[in-house]
């Protein structure tokens, strides 16, 4: 693998950060302008509604690429573990994207599609963790990427656990009425949807900065 292949890498971890920005501050236009008013006033038009259901998606699609890219990279070194990996989490984007879909097409309601995405993003969640533990065994990503990866992992698999806790539903009273569950959430909330775009973006600088060469020294079971 050649510097070429590590700068297309670093872009496209770069730009699944950037959507991954996206999809954040879309999500909490959408929640905090239009929520109220969905289903009550049909005469108006939503715009970050919409948008917060399309930037997961191309969110999703950088991501496959940066699955693909990391298994090329891991794989020499951990062959059996980063297959399984990359599986996994590629069930897992391709379910966040389609049921994503689903929901912009209308096909099914946000209280249905909320938690299979959510188990979808916790299939994600444990990619990221095993990448990054890789990414730290081979010492090729520096130490606070990799811990920060392991947070962001753990917090997507926490989502459907508290969606779980809530009765299944989106249920906003309940989770304010418990202090407990509204700092836990308000917690995997922070880490999931700031420290992703912050992992994913500090992804694509690592890998720009990575020489064949260098990576090779340093894990010789990895052809330049």
């Not at 309601?109 to 890789?134: C, D, K, S």
Request: hydrophobic share 60%; with cysteine.
């Amino acid at each position: 693998m050649n510097a070429q292949f590590y700068r297309t890498a670093g872009y496209v971890a770069i730009l699944c950060g950037i959507a991954a920005v996206l999809t954040l501050v879309t999500s909490i236009l959408f929640f905090s302008l239009e929520a109220s008013t969905v289903g009550t006033d049909a005469a108006r038009t939503h715009l970050w509604g919409p948008l917060s259901d399309l930037t997961p998606i191309i969110q999703m699609a950088l991501l496959l690429g940066v699955a693909y890219f990391l298994f090329q990279i891991q794989r020499p070194a951990a062959p059996t573990l980063s297959w399984i990996a990359t599986v996994v989490g590629v069930i897992g984007m391709l379910g966040v994207i389609a049921f994503q879909a689903l929901l912009m097409l209308q096909v099914i309601p946000f209280e249905q599609e909320v938690g299979p995405m959510l188990m979808a993003m916790g299939l994600v969640g444990v990619w990221i963790i095993v990448v990054n533990y890789l990414g730290r065994q081979q010492t090729n990503l520096p130490a606070w990427l990799t811990w920060l990866g392991v947070a962001v992992g753990v917090a997507f698999i926490l989502e459907p656990v508290l969606l779980a806790a809530m009765g299944g539903a989106v249920n906003w009273k309940a989770m304010v009425s418990s202090p407990a569950m509204a700092a836990s959430s308000a917690l995997v909330f922070l880490v999931a949807y700031l420290g992703f775009p912050i992992w994913s973006i500090g992804l694509g600088w690592a890998l720009l900065a990575s020489h064949p060469a260098t990576v090779s020294a340093i894990n010789p079971a990895h052809p330049a």
